[in-house]
């Protein structure tokens, strides 16, 4: 099966010829006919295989078919994060660049002054965070009422993140007929709640298992103390000359920490997190992606969307409290048919955390000793021998100081 198999534009086979893509994904296969058929369509598929085509090419196809010469804001989509918005907008750019359409981005953390002058001049589609959206709105820059397709891309981070009040304000502005489409990796149970009152007659594409982990993703656990993690993670990289690291930790605090104790230990690396402003998480990103960092360290809520071809190493210095997210971190790697490798470091008291990614992925993850880095056996520790329940592990998370993974309301300017 080729793109051309679903009629799409020249335009956009020249472009999809020209980012190098041989034939459709399952996804993609599933997905396109349902959106250009005018279905509103539920889909889940494995980080990394390629959802955000799957909904851009029917969207700009659908464009190219009822221009009328008149530029007016068509379609939304909404994702969680800046990053995620800036990996979406490049690639309906990268779709689009043979077409007359117009695609805009807005997101907080920015001056809105760029984002109103190309609202200004007008856009077919906008790429947007839920805050800084509702902020366009309300102070008159944006009507979405000719809205004829939504989509609520990584709808589940949406959720996790808080962006429950915010989605249903924007409903509000949005049109009665309308196509809305959700697309994520995993699909929690307020995912279901949400589609109920969102979408109608929807068309369910689910390409894999629910949570399972991508299958070129190999998966080691290491057991270390924890007063050892930074030394580990840093002989790792350095002894097998990864040039490459992404690096998970679970608060903006430790993120800064390492990042700065692993470029003492000489491996060049630099921290993304919330708290970062927006042009410091573009540098970071930009530099890691041209190879002039070896290591980026990074919490869960800003490495959402980090996309990087060819990224083959990512490191869990300290597992999430929400199992969902290990499938998010390990997905950075083994993308587009590439294989990768996770890494996974766990102390003493932090294997209830394991116990709960093992139930989620129905699998056995079982940890080893790497030579020189066994941990102490003398040491011992009650913490967190505790049932698993996502109540208490977010109850961990808050008072931990890193508040990002959190479901609760937070100020506007911490969500946009």
């Not at 534009?9 to 020249?14: A, I, N, S, V």
């Not at 918005?85 to 695609?103: E, H, P």
């Not at 499938?327 to 008291?349: F, K």
């Not at 698993?388 to 911490?414: E, H, L, T, V, W």
Request: glycine share 6%; proline share 3%.
């Amino acid at each position: 099966m080729t793109f051309s198999s679903f009629s799409l534009d020249t335009t956009l086979l020249k472009a999809i010829a020209e980012s190098a893509y041989d034939e459709p994904t399952e996804i993609q296969k599933q997905s396109i006919p349902l959106i250009l058929a005018k279905h509103d369509v539920m889909a889940r598929a494995q980080t990394g295989t390629g959802k955000t085509a799957a909904f851009a090419l029917p969207i700009l196809q659908k464009l190219i078919v009822k221009q009328s010469g008149k530029q007016e804001l068509s379609a939304l989509v909404l994702t969680p994060t800046r990053e995620l918005a800036q990996q979406v907008y490049k690639s309906f750019c990268d779709y689009g660049q043979f077409t007359n359409l117009n695609i805009g981005i807005a997101y907080g953390g920015v001056s809105t002054k760029k984002q109103i002058s190309e609202l200004k001049a007008g856009v077919d589609v906008l790429i947007a965070t839920p805050g800084r959206l509702l902020d366009l709105i309300r102070s008159g820059h944006l009507s979405l009422e000719q809205i004829n397709t939504v989509v609520f891309d990584e709808a589940d981070r949406m959720l996790d993140m808080g962006f429950k009040e915010e989605i249903d304000q924007i409903r509000k502005y949005l049109p009665i007929d309308k196509q809305t489409l959700l697309f994520s990796a995993t699909f929690a149970d307020e995912i279901y709640n949400m589609s109920k009152s969102i979408l109608v007659n929807p068309k369910i594409v689910e390409i894999d298992e629910k949570n399972k982990a991508a299958d070129d993703v190999e998966q080691i656990v290491y057991a270390v103390d924890a007063d050892r993690k930074r030394e580990l993670t840093s002989y790792l990289i350095g002894s097998k000359n990864w040039q490459q690291v992404l690096v998970f930790t679970r608060t903006k605090q430790c993120a800064d920490h390492l990042a700065k104790e692993m470029t003492k230990d000489g491996v060049k690396s630099l921290a993304i997190h919330g708290d970062k402003s927006q042009g410091a998480r573009e540098k970071a990103l930009h530099e890691f992606k041209e190879g002039k960092i070896r290591a980026l360290i990074a919490t869960d809520v800003a490495a959402r969307g980090i996309d990087i071809k060819g990224l083959n190493h990512v490191i869990n210095y300290e597992l999430p409290y929400n199992a969902e997210d290990y499938v998010h971190r390990i997905g950075r790697t083994a993308r587009a048919g590439n294989s990768g490798l996770a890494v996974s470091l766990v102390s003493a008291g932090e294997e209830w955390l394991l116990t709960a990614i093992e139930e989620l992925l129905e699998i056995s993850l079982l940890q080893q000793w790497l030579p020189g880095y066994e941990p102490d056996l003398t040491k011992t520790s009650q913490a967190d021998k505790k049932p698993i329940n996502k109540k208490n592990a977010r109850k961990k998370a808050f008072s931990s100081g890193d508040k990002s993974n959190q479901r609760r309301p937070r100020s506007k300017s911490s969500r946009r």
